[in-house]
Each structure stands twice: as C-alpha cells, then as structure tokens.
C-alpha cells in the first residue's frame, strides 16, 4: 500500500529546497494526508495500492504541488537568517567591548580606530531594524506582502552584505586598534572567533536564503 506514497514523497522531497527541518515537517503531513485518503478508498472496498494510486491522484501531481511547498520553505530560510543575522548582530558588540574592556583599549579610540568604532556602531543599529524588517516580512508580514521570493532574495543579499561589510571593518579594527597588554597579541585570533566566524554562518544562510528564492521562482 505505501509503494506509491513512499515513490511520490520521494519525488516530492527532491522537488524542494529549504530547511531541513520544516522540510521534513511538510513531508511528513503530505503522507499523512495520502495515508488517510488511502484508508478512506480503502473502506469504500478499493484494493491498497489502488486505493494508495487513488490518493495520490487526487493529492496532485508533484510540478502542481511543489511550488506552495518550496515558498514555505524559502520563508521559513528567510526568517531563520533573519533571526540569525539580527542574534549576532545584537550579541557582537557587548561581546566585543568586553574583550577589548580586559584588552585595556582606550575609549573613545583615537585616529582611524576611531572612526572605524564610530562607522561599525552606526551600521550595526541600521543593520538590526533592517534585520528585524526582514523577520517581519517573512513572518507575520506575508498577510500583507504576500510570498514573494524576492524578499527572501532580498535577505539572503542582506546576509551577505552585513557578513562582508562587518568581517572587513571588523578585522580592520582589530588591526588598528591601540591594544595594550597580552591581549594586544591574540587580537587577531579573538577578532576570527568573536567577529568573523558568526558572519561566515551568516554568510551560508544568506547562499541559502538565494538558493530557496530562486529554486521558488523557478516553479
């Protein structure tokens, strides 16, 4: 009786691109839907695999299904790299001013350390409400933009952007910085963990973020 549903979920799933996660959700309530539909023929007398055949049938073919599928599924990515970009960004700067704190760095900083302080502060509050813009549009803002792919192609730019802009004025600032002590000699390696690392994994959303947009648009 499952050989039809397990061959159509399969199709289905390499129809789809998007997390992991809710992608198994999705599949997971399509066959419980087949399996239902299949008991119900099932007690109208059909044979199980005709019964089974029936559902699927009537479930749709993949090339009509998919497509409301894979725009669930590039939200879902949006809004996940949309809360990731907006949790670093948030959690970067106290983390930052507290090694610097332990790494006896003057403030305010003079020269270019200075202003690459000042720009960093700037960008990073309008980084965090086009963040928090980007959440919303992806969640409770679908009832009023829709599922448009290209807001999710819009975030995984975004990602990008804010992973390229703060790893370059990051790593600068620890370059310049006037650090004194011991830390003045792991500020590199600290700069990598605290700053740099966090925006590649921002990086790889936002690819991710461009991959479900595009695999939506393409339906």
Same mark, same amino acid.
């Given at each position: 009786?499952?050989?039809?549903?397990?061959?159509?979920?399969?199709? %289905?799933?390499?129809?789809?691109?998007?997390?992991?996660?809710?992608? #198994?959700?999705?599949? @997971?309530?399509?066959?419980?839907?087949?399996?239902?539909?299949?008991?119900? +023929?099932?007690?109208?007398?059909?044979?199980?695999?005709?019964?089974?055949?029936?559902?699927?049938?009537?479930?749709?073919?993949? #090339?009509?299904?998919?497509?409301? +599928? =894979? *725009?669930?599924?590039?939200?879902? =990515?949006?809004?996940?790299?949309?809360?990731?970009?907006? &949790?670093?960004?948030?959690? =970067?700067?106290?983390?930052?001013?507290?090694?610097?704190? =332990?790494? *006896?760095?003057?403030?305010?900083?003079?020269?270019?350390? &200075?202003?690459?302080?000042?720009?960093? #502060?700037?960008? &990073?509050?309008?980084?965090?409400?086009?963040? %928090?813009?980007?959440?919303? *549009? #992806?969640?409770? /803002?679908?009832?009023?933009?829709?599922?448009?792919?290209?807001?999710?192609?819009?975030? &995984?730019?975004?990602?990008?952007?804010?992973?390229?802009?703060?790893?370059?004025? /990051?790593?600068?600032?620890?370059?310049?910085?006037?650090?004194?002590?011991?830390?003045?000699?792991?500020?590199?390696?600290? *700069?990598?963990?605290?700053?740099?690392?966090?925006?590649?994994?921002?990086?790889?959303?936002?690819? @991710?973020?461009?991959?479900?947009?595009?695999?939506?648009?393409?339906?």
């Amino acid at each position: 009786m499952a050989a039809p549903i397990d061959g159509y979920l399969a199709e %289905l799933d390499r129809a789809l691109r998007g997390p992991r996660r809710v992608k #198994s959700g999705l599949l @997971r309530e399509a066959r419980d839907s087949l399996v239902d539909a299949t008991e119900a +023929y099932a007690e109208f007398g059909l044979p199980p695999e005709a019964a089974a055949r029936r559902a699927v049938h009537d479930f749709g073919e993949v #090339s009509r299904i998919a497509p409301g +599928y =894979q *725009a669930e599924l590039a939200l879902a =990515q949006g809004r996940r790299t949309a809360l990731l970009a907006f &949790g670093i960004l948030v959690a =970067q700067p106290p983390i930052w001013h507290l090694v610097a704190w =332990q790494a *006896a760095e003057p403030d305010p900083m003079p020269g270019l350390a &200075g202003v690459l302080d000042v720009l960093v #502060s700037w960008l &990073g509050m309008l980084a965090v409400v086009v963040a %928090l813009l980007a959440v919303w *549009a #992806s969640g409770t /803002g679908v009832r009023r933009l829709g599922t448009n792919p290209r807001h999710i192609r819009l975030t &995984g730019i975004f990602a990008f952007t804010v992973a390229g802009t703060f790893s370059t004025i /990051g790593l600068m600032l620890a370059l310049v910085s006037p650090i004194t002590g011991p830390m003045g000699l792991v500020r590199l390696p600290i *700069a990598v963990v605290v700053l740099i690392l966090p925006m590649l994994l921002v990086a790889r959303n936002g690819a @991710r973020c461009l991959a479900t947009a595009r695999a939506a648009t393409s339906r």
